[in-house]
């Protein structure tokens, strides 16, 4: 029978010190808080508090499990597991004031104080001496973010910092890091290597640079760690790849590299970027296509942020036959040049939940739906057999529901509805046709910010067959 706290189960004690940290956080600081611009001269304006938004998650665990680090040495590792499973690495932004006084109603009459100065770095610095000082910390570290660094000075640290992270599982990095980093330093992050885990999830951000950041010759070198074969992603089994740059951007180059290695995936994120097609993202479907359980490709057109881009890549292959033959996918949201019924006509699918595909026409039509009465037969039954998939799905107790973006409409089928704009057709017609209409909350991605929720926007639903009808007297088109 346990006669002290120390001798139940860790378990229990876990559970314990996890019930005490939340309360820890009820009682404690949860959101942070700035003031208000100093008035200018000749204003009789008081600064103000107000409140900018929650404390950050990793400074509140943090702070939360401060009293419990301090008790003994086994609640000490607990707190410090506890506090740094998720690491995040934030650029220091600056601009702050020294307060010459205790007392904040001092800065109601008129603040001074020396401006405080702090390099770009000196955190992710700090950061890095200090895990390489004491690896015990690092160890504890399950998930890093860097968030604000993108030169090459600042790969090279971060870097540093990751080879002492030994049970690192997921990373969230810069893209450049593919750029600056070496074949040994991608190697043993991927690897692991003696007495270090494997990664097995990673996320590569990309943002546009300024122009200072960009000329600087040692951002632009690229040291071609990708084409190494030592450079293995076999042990990921998730790959994320989002945001959009027109510096050193990862390319479809970059994903036929990782493909050659890639081969047990389970996620697939590829989004908000226009230097990637459908031939990089196939060829690491077809990679993984033994492993793939969630598949998303919603790229941007080159000209700016509109709809997900469907027609971008030159692939021979049918891409339609690519998707049905990934045993395991059930997520699905992906754009496409073309689709046709075959997409739909595997009923032993596992496909689940919300299932998105973005079409710019047909596969084998020589003619588009504009002008072609076959390629809209074709289309009417796409629609018809994705309706058989998803009655197929619901008797085997899977809830699936398919939307299917073409041209500016999106299409329902287990609804049988069409989402779009018909205001210049009520025009057309004399405010005759549709005879009835709904408001919808899905729109133009980009357009409206409007992402298929819970908002009205331009957009109505209408039924099919009004849109058939619509179709026939020409008062909308494809």
Request: proline content about 5%; overall charge negative.
């Amino acid at each position: 029978m346990p006669i002290t706290i120390e001798d139940l189960p860790y378990e229990l004690i876990s559970s314990i010190l996890h019930e005490a940290a939340r309360l820890n956080a009820n009682d404690g600081v949860t959101f942070t808080y700035g003031i208000s611009e100093a008035p200018l001269p000749l204003q009789n304006v008081k600064l103000q508090k107000y409140v900018r938004g929650h404390v950050p998650p990793d400074i509140l665990r943090w702070s939360t499990s401060d009293s419990i680090r301090q008790v003994n040495q086994r609640w000490h590792h607990w707190a410090l597991e506890f506090a740094l499973r998720d690491f995040y690495v934030r650029r220091w932004r600056g601009s702050e004031r020294w307060i010459e006084s205790r007392n904040l109603s001092t800065l109601a009459k008129k603040p001074s104080g020396m401006a405080v100065y702090r390099g770009s770095f000196d955190s992710l610095r700090q950061t890095a001496r200090m895990l390489s000082d004491y690896p015990d910390v690092a160890s504890y570290i399950r998930r890093i973010w860097s968030n604000g660094f993108y030169v090459a000075e600042t790969d090279k640290l971060l870097f540093q910092l990751l080879q002492h992270c030994t049970t690192l599982r997921s990373a969230t990095l810069p893209w450049t890091t593919l750029r600056h980093g070496s074949w040994e330093n991608w190697s043993q992050l991927l690897d692991g290597g003696p007495g270090h885990e494997s990664l097995s999830s990673l996320e590569l951000l990309a943002v546009d640079l300024k122009e200072s950041q960009t000329s600087d010759t040692s951002n632009r070198h690229d040291t071609m760690a990708l084409e190494d074969l030592r450079v293995d992603f076999s042990r990921l089994t998730r790959l994320k790849i989002f945001g959009n740059t027109s510096f050193n951007p990862i390319t479809d180059s970059d994903l036929r590299f990782m493909a050659k290695t890639a081969s047990n995936l389970e996620e697939l994120h590829i989004t908000g970027l226009s230097t990637v097609t459908n031939d990089g993202v196939m060829a690491l479907v077809q990679a993984s296509k033994e492993t793939l359980r969630v598949l998303e490709y919603s790229p941007l057109s080159d000209d700016g942020f509109e709809h997900p881009d469907p027609s971008s890549g030159t692939t021979d292959e049918h891409l339609c036959a690519v998707l049905i033959n990934c045993p395991l996918l059930e997520d699905l949201s992906i754009s496409v040049p073309s689709i046709c019924p075959t997409l739909f006509s595997d009923l032993s699918v596992q496909w689940l939940g919300e299932l998105q595909v973005r079409a710019a026409g047909l596969c084998e039509q020589n003619q588009d739906l504009v002008s072609s009465a076959d390629a809209r037969n074709v289309f009417w039954g796409i629609l018809e057999q994705a309706r058989s998939l998803i009655a197929s799905r619901e008797r085997k107790d899977a809830l699936l529901e398919i939307e299917i973006f073409i041209s500016h409409w999106i299409f329902e089928p287990h609804h049988t509805l069409v989402h779009g704009n018909v205001d210049i057709a009520e025009v057309a017609s004399d405010y005759t046709w549709p005879t009835s209409k709904q408001p919808s909350g899905k729109g133009p991605y980009g357009q409206t910010g409007l992402y298929g929720k819970d908002a009205e926007g331009p957009y109505s639903s209408i039924l099919e067959s009004e849109f058939v009808e619509g179709l026939k007297r020409g008062y909308v088109t494809f």
